[in-house]
T-cell receptor, first 113, second 116 residues
Framework: DQQVKQNSPSLSVQEGRISILNCDYT??????FLWYKKYPAEGPTFLIS?????DKNEDGRFTVFLNKSAKHLSLHIVPSQPGDSAVYFC????????????FGKGITLSVRP | NAGVMQNPRHLVRRRGQEARLRCSPM?????VYWYRQLPEEGLKFMVY????????ESGMPKERFSAEFPKEGPSILRIQQVVRGDSAAYFC??????????????FGPGTRLTVL
């Protein structure tokens, strides 16, 4: 049972435009959400996180939005840059679940120059 | 740069051999997590350890896999009698406090295990 779903396997955007990466979850106990970026043959790099008590968190070009009622979150990157081309993973954890992260399968973002 | 360190980066074993994967957490972090990534999949949780203690091993296969995080030295993920299905990327992460809902896990570069 996939508790964190990233239904679109890939996304291609033009440099300078906005990239919107979506993530859905089914476990209502999740209360902390994170986005990681991963290049081939490297480990995931933490990008941004959001607690369930918030609906938005912003850090530079990256903004994460959380819609608890819809069990949906999204990562916005604006403006997109060619260096943003990577696989993006959505992850979630739940208080009382020992901090373990549940990951989606990832979205491959390609930013065209 | 005192990031999470893993070694070896690449490991090749024949079926039936043992694989030992090492992880040194970031300085000041006492919580270590191991994840496995199969091709075309996301990362799957395996085990969560604090110094000398296994906190959660709910993601570990019941046989052949073990993990430890001794008082001194790196965390070790050990796979005995490896099979081809064990071929994957194994990632270690560390966090400072292990507090759900606030703690961020930082990942190492991974060990890519290939079983021939």
């Amino acid at each position: 049972d996939q508790q964190v779903k990233q239904n679109s396997p890939s996304l291609s955007v033009q440099e300078g435009r906005i990239s919107i990466l979506n993530c859905d979850y089914t476990n209502s106990m999740f209360d902390y959400f994170l986005w990681y970026k991963k290049y081939p043959a490297e480990g995931p790099t933490f990008l941004i996180s959001i607690s369930s008590i918030k609906d938005k968190n912003e850090d530079g070009r990256f903004t994460v939005f959380l819609n608890k009622s819809a069990k949906h979150l999204s990562l916005h990157i604006v403006p997109s840059q060619p260096g943003d081309s990577a696989v993006y993973f959505c992850a979630a954890s739940a208080t009382g679940a020992n901090s373990k992260l549940t990951f989606g399968k990832g979205i491959t973002l390609s930013v065209r120059p | 740069n005192a990031g999470v360190m893993q070694n070896p980066r690449h490991l090749v074993r024949r079926r039936g051999q043992e694989a030992r994967l090492r992880c040194s957490p970031m300085k000041g972090h006492s919580h270590v997590y191991w994840y496995r990534q199969l091709p075309e999949e996301g990362l799957k949780f395996m085990v969560y350890l604090q110094k000398e203690n296994i906190i959660d091993e709910s993601g570990m296969p019941k046989e052949r896999f073990s993990a430890e995080f001794p008082k001194e030295g790196p965390s070790i993920l050990r796979i005995q009698q490896v099979v081809r299905g064990d071929s994957a990327a194994y990632f270690c992460a560390s966090s400072p406090q292990g507090i759900p809902s606030t703690d961020t896990q930082y990942f190492g570069p991974g060990t890519r295990l290939t079983v021939l």
